[in-house]
């Protein structure tokens, strides 16, 4: 497609079109780390009122691209030029003068800020300061309050320390930092990760209002009915290369999945009942994993269950009903008040995640950038820490039998990089995620927890991901899943157990024959169970 033809199909519904010069230009941006070349050739054209999707696989150079635009990384070689004028952005600070804002795909908040400062933070000027340099916090408060509210954020929460926030929350205070600041320029990186389905069309209704007032938008996404509903072009880049750009319009999921592999990538279709053997065939008579009881005091109470072997029991609620805090109870990160936990028939006597493991216990966390990779150390020191004894001599480190099993993992699970002696922390997001997997598996769990675990990784990783969650369950694994997406419970769920506000409100049952029936009656039945009482 060409340039003009891609300008006339991004011009928003019953808005004006597009002028031909870009709001935004990037030419030949390319930048290396070491040996490592992030960017080969990034080019991108942004106008006014349009919402450009930008896609790609992870490793695919997206979030180095966005750093450029956020002023965090210098590029290398190539131009960036906004309203026509060559601009060089430099650092953040720059980049706010510009009207570039972003909201990140990792948080960027203070934790022991409160959530009003943290959404004052570089705005001091601009949000009321007065002649001494007093801001007036009330006034600024009550701007914020409207706005924050639209995602769940109350006037208590304003006044709360970031640190005392759940992870949809904190991200929910990025976002109303980045929109209140009307940007020229707004670049969104998986924004929606986490996020319930009202602050989902909440945020969509902001980004289409944005548009319609002119602003530009750049928005990183891997679920492509979101760009398929909401954006006007799409840029698909791979291995640092703009690769293609095309009028949404002129797409179809099947056209944009081989732009971005080169193929076709479906998602797994058939529910579990669908299964020749089904789940029960190989469910023995002692659960794997048993719950009976486990209350932690304002937290979740009663929580009772059973995971057979074979068996993905899938574990829907809103944000805060106490799902990620029963698994941090059963890994040992926090110590429950009461109730049993067995393994197998054996009781599991807490003392740290370590004994969680030893008893075969393992989860991989929602919070992958806090709770899962070690950014500093390489591949092979993550995947090994989780089970030093296997690549240990005499209590010595074996370097060749560390790096020997991380390979295996890297192959197994198809982790893209340069080798099991880089840093974690310079693999994109799904390739991190698939090395906090690898850890996990190392501890040969009888019971794997997976906690919102395709969150923020492109739709090919997410397929794998899913395959691997199959995979383990008809090996003899127990699984339990946490997600927020319910066509993801119902697409692994042998059964789903739903919580609101701290107790366990109801079972669905025969997830995957129901829903091949009747899915939207399954989500239905889910959401009613959810939002009761909450």
């Known amino acids: ?6 300008r006339r199909a991004a011009s ?27 960017l080969v050739g990034a080019s991108l054209d942004l106008h006014a009122g349009t919402i450009h999707a930008l896609m790609g696989s992870n490793g695919a150079g997206k979030s180095t691209l966005l750093n450029v635009l956020a002023g965090l990384l210098e590029p290398d070689h190539g131009s960036v030029e906004i309203d026509g004028e060559a601009v060089t952005i430099g650092n953040p600070q720059r980049a706010q003068q510009l009207g570039l804002r972003t909201i990140h795909q990792e948080l960027s908040t203070v934790p022991d800020l409160t959530v009003l400062d943290n959404l004052l933070v570089g705005r001091e000027k601009e949000s009321g300061a007065g002649r001494f340099g007093w801001l007036n916090r009330g006034r600024t408060a009550r701007q914020l309050s409207d706005l924050a509210a639209e995602f769940g954020i109350t006037r208590l929460d304003l006044a709360t320390e970031m640190s005392r926030l759940g992870a949809l929350k904190k991200r929910a205070v990025e976002i109303v930092k980045a929109l209140a600041s009307e ?45 398929f509903r909401l954006a006007d072009v799409a840029t698909v880049m791979r291995d640092g290369r703009s690769v293609a750009t095309t009028a949404v319009a002129e797409l179809t999921h099947a056209s944009l999945s081989r732009q971005m592999f080169g193929e076709s990538v ?21 659960p794997a994993l048993r719950v009976h ?47 049993v936990v067995e393994v ?13 493991h030893r008893a075969g216990l393992a989860m991989v966390p929602e919070d992958r950038k806090q709770l899962g990779i070690l950014g500093e150390l390489t591949v092979a020191e993550n995947i090994s820490v989780s089970r030093l004894r296997a690549v240990s001599r005499a209590g010595l480190l074996d370097r060749r039998k560390e790096n020997a099993l991380a390979q295996s993992y890297v192959e197994d699970l198809r982790i893209k990089t340069p080798g099991v002696s880089a840093k974690v922390r310079n693999l994109s997001g799904g390739n ?21 675990p395709t969150q923020g990784i492109d739709i090919h990783a997410k397929a794998e991901v ?26 692994l769920s042998d059964r789903v157990v739903v919580m609101s506000r701290g107790e366990l409100v109801g079972e669905v049952g025969e997830v995957g024959r129901r829903a091949s029936q009747d899915e939207q009656s399954v989500k239905d039945q889910i959401v009613a169970l959810a939002t009761r009482a909450a």
């Open 466 to 491: 899913y395959r691997l969650v199959r995979s383990l369950a008809e090996q003899g694994a127990a699984v339990v899943l946490i997600s927020s997406e319910i066509s993801e419970l119902l697409t």
């Open 183 to 227: 940007p020229k320029i707004l670049v969104l990186d998986e924004p929606t990760s986490g996020l319930e389905d009202h602050e989902k069309e909440a945020l969509f209704d902001h980004m289409a209002q944005l548009r319609r007032r002119g602003v530009a938008l750049i928005w990183v996404t891997h679920h492509l009915d979101e760009v």
């Open 293 to 339: 009881g486990l209350s932690r005091r304002g937290v979740f109470k009663d929580v009772s269950f059973e995971v057979r072997s074979g068996e993905v029991l899938g574990f829907a609620g809103l944000a805060g009903s106490g799902r990620t805090e029963v698994a941090r109870v059963l890994m040992g990160l926090d110590r429950a008040d009461r109730g």
């Open 344 to 356: 197998n028939g054996r009781t599991v006597r807490y003392r740290s995640v370590r004994s969680a």
């Open 1 to 6: 497609m060409n340039a003009s033809t891609a």
């Open 432 to 452: 991190q995620q698939k090395v906090v997997i690898g850890r996990c598996l190392n501890t040969e769990p009888t019971a794997l927890i997976f906690d919102e």
């Open 266 to 286: 479906e998602l797994l279709a058939d529910r579990p009942a669908a299964r020749e053997s089904g789940c029960s065939s190989s469910l023995r008579e002692v």
């Open 12 to 38: 928003p519904p019953g808005g004006t079109a597009v002028p031909d010069t870009p709001l935004l230009r990037l030419r030949d941006v390319q930048k290396s780390f070491g040996n490592v070349r992030a």
